[in-house]
């Protein structure tokens, strides 16, 4: 017996979650028993040695299913089979795959989310489009898919556990990052102006600089489903007003309305909009809660060397 594939397992794997919560350990335990996994097959590593593969499979099954509904993660480390799923279990499926995936719309807004247009100001989320098969890719294309594969899965997982987090983490997630970002001066700057609205979110002022020469209002909202409407930054732009401020920042983790982004186009005042695609984005450029897990240099030949004299 060979080790199943990440699409071969997603049916056990959604089978097994029906039954109640699982980790990936306990996951990968059961299938191994029940396909007859020999021990070198259960123990078998990825080439980079940091993690069996029977694991990483199991774990890319549940990430698509995942972003079918499928699958949900109600808490760190865990995940079950939703409603929707047990609905396709009920159905008696001979397969699953990702074919079968793409029969649900937020799998295919997923996976087949555009590439970003070379030169674009605004920075789009990255392509999550689906990986050129092996006869007609080049390396380099193969290469491409499976690291856009991986950011957007690493962009995901950053979701969950911030929505999964308390208000007092997110507050200080976003000093973090702006502090990462060369604002507040200081941390405990910072930390003092952010998260005084008390409304479970953050709502405050920060400098733009070390010095304070300017400051920027922040507002931010830890929802996990919630389109953030044009009354709410309406809202935040009266603040603004209020205060005498030419400058804000409305974070959500989720998404924004197209009418509040219309709105911010048309303001005398400098208005930010981040969207969850753009936090995770920005907290991976500048390294909050993230950090290399393997780096690989892939080289070439130098002409100049092999250049005549």
């Known amino acids: 017996m060979t080790i199943p594939t990440y699409q071969e397992v997603m049916l056990p794997v959604l089978r097994l979650a029906a039954t109640g919560e699982q980790r990936v350990a306990e996951a990968a335990e059961h299938i191994a028993n029940q396909l007859g996994l020999s021990t070198e097959e259960r123990e078998e590593l990825l080439p980079s040695g940091n993690q069996r593969v029977l694991h990483n499979r199991i774990h890319w099954a549940k990430f698509y299913m995942g972003k079918a509904g499928l699958i949900a993660s109600p808490k760190r480390g865990r995940f079950v089979t939703t409603e929707a799923g047990k609905a396709l279990l009920h159905t008696n499926p001979a397969q699953l795959g990702v074919q079968e995936l793409k029969a649900y719309q937020s799998f295919n807004d997923f996976y087949d989310k555009p590439k970003p247009v070379e030169g674009e100001t605004s920075i789009p989320a990255p392509a999550d489009a689906a990986p050129p098969s092996i006869e007609t890719a080049t390396p380099e294309e193969q290469i491409e898919a499976a690291y856009q594969a991986m950011q957007s899965a690493l962009r995901a997982e950053l979701l969950e556990r911030i929505v999964q987090n308390t208000p007092a983490f997110f507050e200080h997630l976003i000093v973090d990052l702006l502090i990462a970002m060369g604002y507040g001066g200081s941390q405990r700057s910072a930390a003092t102006n952010l998260g005084r609205s008390g409304d479970g979110g953050v709502d405050g002022v920060i400098n733009e600089d070390k010095l304070g020469l300017d400051r920027v209002y922040v507002q931010a909202k830890r929802y996990a489903d919630t389109t953030i409407g044009r009354p709410d930054v309406q809202a935040f732009v009266g603040s603004l007003v209020g205060h005498g401020a030419t400058k804000g920042v409305f974070v959500t983790t989720s998404s924004f309305s197209a009418q509040a982004r ?39 030949v130098d002409e100049d060397f092999f250049a005549e004299e």
């Open 262 to 300: 219309d709105y911010v186009r048309h303001l005398n005042q400098r208005v930010i909009l981040i969207d969850g695609d753009r936090l995770t984005d920005l907290m991976i450029e500048y390294g909050v809660g993230v950090r290399i897990n393997r780096q690989i240099a892939f080289k070439r």
